[in-house]
């Protein structure tokens, strides 16, 4: 199918709008985990639906020293695979459109829950994060907004805001896709030389070695997934351990030893120069 760039939001909303609208919200260098998000998004509204990839890449969710600059900005090669994917419209607008007024000085702010695990290691990332999300749900007016799981944390946040901040639209967490060695797909793996993959894929492995451990309960977890990446920081190049968390999904707040229940296990490092996070959900507790 052919698919629309759009710039402005006023062109947007000037299209005609038939069944139901859904947003799949990007940074562009699009992957085929972005595209599962979309094929995700057509089925969910139907061939008489609207499907809009946004393509933004927001300077408020990059700290000091972080790769803005760096980011991989490629509008045709993300135009060509949102259209395989079958989204109707790709909203590109420039920062001006965005934020017209500048920097914002009313923001939204993610709470407690924003503070730990990526919020630690990133102050103020999910404040820009949430802001930029808010100002696209209006920009969009989708009924449904998708977003992938392997954001195991934004996701939880966004759906928090839609709920506190009543935001009429449906949040849809899309599992991780991961490439046949199980690196989870991102757009940052295409800074990883082959040495660097190597080093990587101990994070995914640990992840799933850990995983088979839930049924013996969250400390057998956590003492699986260190083992593997122990190993791992001994490697050339080493695996630099950001953090390993096995958190309650509700608020992120780390599980106890005796915990029973749904978890999710996360895991951020940089492997060279390159920063990667992964996750999985968990149900954690006592073998039968």
């Not at 949102?82 to 109707?88: M, R, S, T, Y």
């Not at 007016?141 to 954001?151: E, I, M, S, T």
């Not at 492997?271 to 968990?282: A, Q």
Request: charged share 25%; aromatic share 4%.
């Amino acid at each position: 199918m052919t698919t629309q760039l759009i710039r402005t939001a006023k062109e947007l909303h000037s299209l005609p709008r038939g069944g139901r609208r859904a947003v799949v919200m990007t940074m562009g260098a699009l992957h085929e985990g972005h595209a599962t998000l979309v094929r995700e998004a057509r089925r969910l509204v139907g061939p008489e639906g609207q499907v809009v990839v946004t393509v933004f890449v927001n300077p408020l969710q990059f700290g000091a020293g972080e790769d803005l600059d760096r980011y991989p900005r490629t509008l045709d090669a993300d135009l060509a695979i949102a259209a395989e994917a079958d989204a109707d419209f790709v909203f590109a607008p420039s920062v001006d459109e965005v934020y017209p007024g500048g920097e914002p000085q009313v923001r939204i702010t993610a709470g407690p829950m924003g503070e730990r695990l990526e919020g630690a290691s990133r102050p103020g990332h999910f404040d820009g994060v949430l802001t930029v999300v808010g100002k696209l749900l209006h920009l969009t007016l989708p009924d449904v907004a998708l977003f992938g799981q392997k954001d195991a944390q934004q996701l939880a946040l966004i759906r928090r805001m839609a709920r506190d901040l009543n935001f009429p639209v449906d949040i849809v967490g899309v599992p991780t896709v991961r490439e046949g060695d199980n690196l989870a797909l991102s757009s940052r793996n295409r800074y990883l030389s082959d040495a660097d993959r190597a080093t990587a894929l101990e994070l995914s492995r640990a992840l799933l070695t850990a995983g088979t451990s839930a049924g013996k309960g969250a400390a057998s977890v956590r003492r699986s997934a260190m083992v593997i990446l122990d190993s791992a920081a001994r490697m050339e190049p080493p695996l630099r351990l950001d953090y390993l968390a096995l958190v309650d999904p509700s608020d992120f707040t780390e599980v106890p030893d005796d915990y029973s229940g749904e978890a999710i296990l996360a895991v951020a490092a940089k492997v060279g120069t390159t920063r990667l996070i992964d996750n999985i959900p968990l149900t954690v507790g006592a073998a039968r």
